[in-house]
């Protein structure tokens, strides 16, 4: 044992750190502590160590005091005094015990009533005995250590450890004495040196044996034997008084009473030996001296002890020591120390009966607690030691396991490495053969897509089937029909009359019941080609595992592959026998990626549905939730979107729908009406998980109006409207009645009660409704058997729609979001033939009400009506019934909206049920019947907020001038552009370009004070570009475009046949783009438009488009963080996409990148809309009399204007099928026109000076604004739209206060 090798805390006992607590072992029975052979051997080779290390701190030049109380050797110390606390009471026993020793003292011979059967021979333990004594001298006796934490350890009282040394130094005295005795029984008497060494002399002599040396060594000899005869007449020695004085004197200072209380041990052991000492020299005379000399000799080392005891401890011992009837014995025993011979008189007074009854009466008794406390001590010891090897056993057994499960954890390990390496391979195979799959379909898609375009070139006027295209705008309306080239009419589905039913097929649910358990919340962090996408895929590859790919009424099992480049989902075509639709593979880049949601699928959240720049989303079902935690954590993070005012973060994106809701500024937004209830009510749906690509889990809009039958519909009134604040059941009282009087009777059965045993949004439903449009045509005759369904339930009619809902108990059925924008829904335009009714009437086109002059016009009043400001104000309600605290519960019950059990989330759940059959059951019930949405709050919706404030602002403000600009005084302002969003814009600027290439960047600083206020400054340093477009070319509006951000411009028309960009900042070239064979005659760019198709990464960028002389329209990216346009895969400037079908000069060109099209014009009244991606929508017909279009618009509504020049000039609106809305001759030319937000109004402008606001469905002017100085040549809105801003021929621009909430409340109620 050595200091550097000891543990201490600060507590100071160096074993507290160790894994070992005496007080917490358990250990199994073990045999008592047996003191074998090897433990005595290992015992005597430590002590003589400690033994010899402390005679070489004595002989050291320090002295051994202060080696000893040296803090680098405190440890060591504090280990050393607790090997004494642990043997020293053993040792003691195995010597016989003290009071054994002591007895045998005082009554020679007497049998002891111990039978412990010592495990150490008597000698062997006395060595040990005076060995540790030794150690006791220097670790204690010398030493200043404190014990407390030795004691609290061995859970000794106060002065435990000096007792524990008293009892040593007792014992090692006390067989001394013993062995004097025998020594002095065995005969061996005194003899005088000088004798013996004269009678040495006289033997050696004769024999020759002489020699100094040898006289010398005999001498020390017989000197040393000398000493030991003439101390055995001593009662004690030196040492042995030297040892005593320590065990009371030691900590006399900090402990007074233990002080005491040794003192008067130590007093009680001296008179117990003096005692007997003086009776055994008065029975044993030795020698010729007298009692008194022999007694004064015997008690020369004992007597200054008790003297010094006795004066020392007077105040003490005189109140403890008192003989009969209280009298004080301590002065009687004070005089015998003023005798002539103190010792001997000490001595008599000891031996007197009164002395002797008083001691044994005080002393004798904590004597012998000090012998029993001894017999405790060492008895703890060895159950300590048991422990102590138990404990050893049980670490040795540990490292044998620990070893054990190391080789077990190596074994499994090089398994999974194994495993992994494995499956690394068969992953990086499957990519492979993904990646050759998805070139494949791109291959054969881009070859049909050649084919198609030679087709309709070939058909000419033949009839042509469309579909509805799966590209979603910003608002999530699916507006444009493509061409289906596998479109057919259906013929075979027409159900005839020997097929049909009599007995309409009810919507009732079947029920089936599982064990019902508490209803929870359940808690949740471009498309191409790249040949180059197999090198590192394993390394790169963040996730893989199953999945299935969920598109509407078809689940497609296989493999998602998330890599840090691009994620792609690869068809099981075992599984799916090769019948994979188009759709059923699919890539995305990471930087694509726009929004990440989590899902529910059959109530349980563990699936994830993807937005991406496309324009389209995937809907991924996972393994359970902790495989969405890591698809979520593979993909970027990206949160859910910027649109909605939340952080792009992953939490955000496995956040639970109520949060969104709760963090979200969409409420304010809409109650402050920055936002329509179309959007509001498309947010809601989108964040609680209702989805295109799941038909049991589709967006749910609710009926507005109930007024199919009037020829005339005046929104104004409250009386065409349905009741939001009650559910489609309970619309009229008796059918209230007959769902309560079910909901009563339905207490009686094993589910919960219910009103309704159908739901309100059900595949079913959402088929009926959009039965005319595919794919959902062929997705109803897949849920049909592939037949149409009886006339009679076929949807054919508005009224009857709502009538049913009315009167049908097993319809309850809500509104979906194509009823308010999607007029093709109504028209069977694919000739379906979907038989005739019970009276005869052949159902065909859906029947609108008498109110609707067509389609367009029904979508466009029904739409209004949901923005009317009676739904406004009512709509919150609604909110209530079917997303908030009226949605289950109490407050579902009394607002009679509780659904049958099984749609709602977390009262039952397929993963659950272990039963194969049921589980198939409630599956299948839960995707066929409907599923709630989870609960969004559980407190009321607040209110919007009334419209009255602004219809009673100051309407002359609308008509003022908010402030004019001098751009240039050279040439008009052909391009004018309001920078104003936050996300990119530093400052507000207004920038300007002129017909002469000069760019300004004017402050642009809406007052704080009014809303219909703005500060300009003119920009102090106009910029010149310096390369002149082509003369034969005059600049107009579509001779420029600003990329979103402002720093940079497009501009047409070099004789290179490029377009080129220039700094706005400095006017400098940037880069130049090559793409058409001609001059370059318009450019258009898309507008920055924030929703949930705008990835975080992309934000900034914008899809460019050029016209040319050469007849084509070339599709460009502009990439904001490479400042330039890029080609494929981020490459050289390239066309994404060339689109030809003009046969002249392309005059002017619109893009919209929320909806993904291009419109493009030429002489010869030729108008063709295409997708970005190149493929042909629709070929337009102009009015007649009109071949010249001046200016083209595709609004956010997917409506596209168009101006011709002809005579005094024309407008037109078509709808994005190609079929003329409205057209509007015009008085005056018009020059620029732009819409706003919503796509409710054009505003136009030209030489008659004044801009115009119209009704893009009527085209009639609504508002015309305050004329201005000059004609108008360009117009543009901020992004707020509050301001309207108008550049002038003359160079100048003017800026009017505009607010279309306060036009669509004025006008609302127009149809």
């Known amino acids: ?105 005082t009554v020679p011979g007497k049998a002891s009533v111990d039978t412990y059967e010592p495990m150490i021979e008597y000698e062997k333990a006395f060595q040990l005995v005076q060995l540790l004594t030794s150690i006791v001298d220097t670790v204690v006796f010398c030493s200043v250590l404190n014990f407390s934490p030795v004691e609290a350890h061995r859970s000794l009282k106060q002065g435990g450890m ?85 065990c009371v004197m030691r900590d006399l200072d900090l402990y007074m009473k233990e002080s005491e209380q040794q003192a008067l041990l130590v007093l009680f052991y001296l008179s117990v030996l003096t005692v007997t000492q003086y009776h055994e020299i008065l029975n044993k005379q030795r020698g010729g001296d007298n009692i008194t000399q022999q ?55 000891l031996c007197s009966q009164e002395w002797l009854s008083a001691l044994e009466r005080h002393a004798g008794v904590t004597f012998t607690k000090l012998l029993r406390e001894g ?186 592959t998330i890599t840090k480049h691009f994620s792609i989902f690869s068809a099981d075509e075992e599984e799916t026998k090769g019948a994979v639709p188009e759709d059923g593979n699919f890539k995305f880049y990471s930087p694509d990626v726009s929004a990440v949601f989590t899902r529910r699928y059959m109530h349980a959240y563990r699936a994830v549905e993807v937005f991406t720049i496309g324009h389209k989303s995937f809907f991924l079902v996972l393994s359970d939730y902790d495989a969405v935690k890591r698809a979520v954590a593979a993909l970027p993070r990206v949160g859910i979107g910027l649109q909605y005012g939340l952080p792009a973060r992953r939490q955000i994106s496995l956040a639970h729908p109520k949060k969104l809701l709760m963090e979200s500024n969409m409420m304010d937004k809409w109650r402050s009406r920055e936002i329509s209830n179309f959007d509001y009510l498309m947010f809601l749906n989108t964040i609680a998980g209702r989805s295109y690509n799941d038909l049991g889990q589709y967006p749910i809009f609710p009926w507005i109006l109930k007024d199919f039958k009037s020829d005339k519909i005046d929104l104004a009134d409250p009386g065409v409207y349905r009741d939001l604040s009650k559910p489609v059941g309970a619309q009229n009282a008796d059918r209230e009645a007959r769902f309560r009087e079910k909901f009563e009777q339905s207490k009686d059965g094993l589910a919960p009660p219910y009103h309704y045993g159908t739901h309100y ?169 409907g599923q709630t949405p989870p609960q969004l709050l559980t407190s009321p919706h607040p209110a919007r907020n009334s419209i009255q404030h602004i219809m009673n602002s100051n309407i002359k403000s609308l008509n003022d001038i908010s402030g004019t600009l001098a751009a240039t005084k050279e040439s008009h302002v052909t391009l004018v552009k309001v920078l104003t969003t936050p996300v990119l814009h530093s400052s507000p600027l207004l920038c300007t370009v002129t017909a002469n290439q000069t760019i300004t960047l004017n402050k642009f600083i809406p007052s704080i004070q009014s809303s219909h206020h703005v500060f300009m400054e003119p920009d102090p340093a106009p910029k010149a570009i310096s390369e002149p477009i082509d ?26 046949s490029s377009f080129k960009s220039f700094s706005t900042e400095n006017g400098s070239y940037l880069q130049s783009m090559f793409g058409h064979r001609d001059l370059v005659t318009c450019v258009a760019i898309t507008d920055l438009n924030i929703s949930i198709f705008t990835p975080v990464t992309r934000l900034g960028d914008a899809i460019l488009a050029t016209g040319s002389r050469d007849a084509t329209v070339c599709v460009w990216e502009w990439n904001s963080k490479a400042h330039k346009v890029t080609g494929v895969n981020g490459k050289h400037a390239s066309p994404r996409s060339v689109i030809t079908g003009h046969v002249e000069q392309v005059d002017c060109v619109a893009v919209n990148g929320d909806q993904g099209c291009v419109l493009s014009a030429s002489r010869n009244n030729s108008l063709l809309l295409h997708k970005i991606t190149g493929e042909l ?126 036009l669509a409340g004025s006008t609302q109620n127009s149809v």
């Open 162 to 246: 000096l007792r524990i040394c008293l009892r040593l130094v007792t014992c090692y005295s006390t067989i001394k004495c013993l062995k004097k005795r025998a020594e002095r029984e065995e005969g061996q008497e005194y003899i005088p040196v000088e004798s013996l060494m004269e009678e040495i002399n006289s033997k050696l002599t004769p024999l020759g044996i002489v020699g100094e040396p040898l006289r010398q060594h005999l001498l020390g000899k017989l000197e040393q034997r000398h000493e030991e005869l003439l101390h055995g007449d001593y009662l004690l020695d030196d040492k042995d008084i030297y040892y005593l004085r320590c």
């Open 1177 to 1302: 929508l629709r070929k337009i017909e102009a009015p007649s009399h009109y071949r010249i279009p001046a200016n083209v618009l595709i609004t956010p509504q997917c409506q596209l204007v168009v101006h011709f020049a002809d005579k005094a000039g024309c407008l037109a609106v078509y709808n994005c099928t190609g079929d003329m809305l409205q057209s509007q001759e015009l008085q005056e030319q018009v020059i620029a026109m732009v819409a706003d937000r919503e796509g409710e109004y054009l505003i136009t402008g030209g030489y008659n000076l004044t801009p115009v606001v119209r009704s893009i469905s009527s085209l009639s002017p609504v508002l015309r604004l305050a004329p201005s100085q000059s004609a108008i040549s360009s117009l543009a809105l901020s992004a707020d739209q509050r301001f309207l801003v108008a550049g002038m021929t003359q160079g100048s621009v003017s800026v009017y206060p505009v607010d279309f909430r306060r």
């Open 1 to 105: 044992m050595t200091s550097s090798g000891a543990r201490k805390n600060s507590s100071g006992w160096p074993w507290d750190g160790y894994p070992f607590n005496p007080s917490q072992w358990r250990f199994k029975t073990m045999p008592p502590f047996k003191w074998s052979h090897p433990h005595q051997r290992l015992l005597s080779d430590l002590l003589v160590y400690l033994n010899t290390t402390m005679k070489l701190w004595r002989s050291s030049q320090k002295s051994t005091s202060d080696i000893v109380n040296a803090r680098d050797n405190g440890v060591y110390m504090t280990n050393i005094a607790h090997l004494i606390s642990l043997t020293a009471d053993n040792l003691i026993v195995e010597c016989g015990g003290v009071g054994k020793l002591v007895n045998e003292i």
């Open 375 to 560: 017999r405790h001590v060492a008895s703890s010891t060895d159950e300590y030691l048991v422990k102590l090897a138990v404990w050893s056993e049980n670490v040795a057994s540990e490292a044998v396991a620990e070893h054990i499960v190391k080789n077990a954890d190596f074994e499994m390990t090089a398994k999974r490495i194994l495993s992994a390496l494995l499956a690394e391979q068969q992953n990086t195979l499957r990519l492979i053969l993904a990646q050759q799959r998805q070139n494949l379909l791109v291959g054969e898609k881009n070859w049909n897509s050649v084919l198609l375009f030679d087709s309709q070139l070939k058909t000419g006027d033949d009839f042509k089937y469309y579909r509805l295209d799966n590209w979603e705008d910003g608002n999530r309306r699916r507006y444009k029909l493509i061409f289906n080239p596998d479109g057919t009419s259906h013929p075979e589905a027409t159900l005839h009359n020997e097929e049909r039913t009599q007995d309409p097929a009810s919507g009732e649910v079947t029920p089936v019941v599982v064990a019902s358990k508490d209803s929870k919340e359940q808690e949740l962090e471009a498309e191409g080609v790249d040949e180059n996408d197999n090198e590192n895929m394993a390394d790169n590859m963040l996730f893989s595992e199953t999945a299935k790919l969920l598109l509407p009424s078809l689940e497609i099992p296989g493999t998602l």
């Open 761 to 929: 949004s059900t595949p079913g439903f959402v088929l009926m409704w959009l039965l005319r449009v595919e794919p959902f045509t062929s997705l109803f005759l897949k849920l049909q058997s592939g037949k149409f369904d009886h006339p009679c339930r076929i949807f054919a009619s508005l009224s009857q729609a709502w009538e049913n809902c009315q009167r049908d108990m097993s319809d309850v059925k809500e509104l979906i979001p194509e009823l308010f924008y999607l007029p093709e829904m109504f028209t069977n335009s694919n000739k379906y033939q979907l038989g005739t009714d019970d009276d005869g009437v052949l159902v065909n086109h859906v029947t609108l009400p008498p109110w609707a002059r067509d389609p367009a016009h029904f979508v466009e009043v029904h739409r209004k009506a949901l923005e009317s400001d009676y739904v406004s104000a009512h709509l919150h309600h609604w909110i209530d019934l079917i997303f908030g605290f009226q949605q289950r519960g109490e407050e579902a019950i009394k607002h009679c909206n509780s659904f049958y059990y099984t749609t709602y989330e977390g009262l039952c759940s397929p993963d659950e049920v272990e039963d194969p059959v049921i589980k198939e059951a409630l599956t299948e019930q839960i995707r066929s019947f």
């Open 1031 to 1056: 003369p034969t070319l005059s600049a107009n509006s579509s001779s420029f475009a600003l990329s979103p951000d402002g720093k940079v411009v497009f501009c047409c028309g070099f004789w290179d």
């Open 295 to 349: 007694v004064q000799r015997s008690l020369t080392h004992v007597g200054p002890l008790l003297n010094d005891l006795l004066l020392d401890f007077q105040g003490p011992f005189s109140k403890t020591i008192l003989g009969t009837h209280g009298r004080e014995l301590m002065n009687e025993g004070m005089a015998c120390l003023k005798g002539e011979v103190p010792v001997v008189e000490l001595a008599m007074q």
